[in-house]
């Protein structure tokens, strides 16, 4: 197979999917906490490069949907037919058993706090699952 015979309209989607649930997670849903957690004001966020920050962002959710989109290529070659259902548990999958265990260390070496470990775990838990989604119905 070769490494970028996937579908680009579905990467770049599920990509887009993946960056709208960050929106709502660190935005309505848990942003006031996340501040809270992480220690920053409103007023210190804005002084952040926005277009560095959301444009590697989107570079990195890219990156993790190509992943996924030659994953599920790479089962299709081999015979295999995944059902929406598999998609969308290999998505939360990954997220589950290689994102949350790899931040959760870091976040134990850098002694952070368990809420933070939270907020986190759950926005790649829905990351990933919105990803798989896409992936799914966009092979």
């Known amino acids: 197979m070769n490494l970028f015979d996937v579908n680009w309209i579905g990467v770049v989607l599920a990509a887009l999917g993946g960056f709208v649930v ?9 942003g006031k906490k996340w501040m809270g957690a992480v220690g920053l ?3 210190q966020i804005k002084e ?6 959301y444009g590697g962002a989107f570079a990195f959710s890219l990156v993790a949907s190509w992943t996924l989109a030659h994953t599920f290529q790479s089962y299709a ?7 929406v ?20 260390t870091n976040y134990l070496f850098s002694q952070k706090n368990k809420t933070l470990f ?14 798989g989604l ?6």
């Open 77 to 83: 070659d081999l015979g295999a037919d995944l059902s």
């Open 48 to 53: 952040g490069s926005m277009g560095l920050i």
């Open 41 to 43: 004001t409103e007023e």
């Open 134 to 139: 896409v992936h799914a119905y966009l092979p």
């Open 85 to 104: 259902f598999a998609k969308v548990m290999t998505s939360f999958g990954v997220a589950l058993g290689f994102i949350v265990p790899a931040i959760g």
């Open 22 to 30: 960050g929106g709502i997670w660190y935005g309505p849903v848990m």
């Open 118 to 131: 939270f907020i986190d775990a759950g926005y790649w838990l829905l990351f990933y699952t919105a990803m």
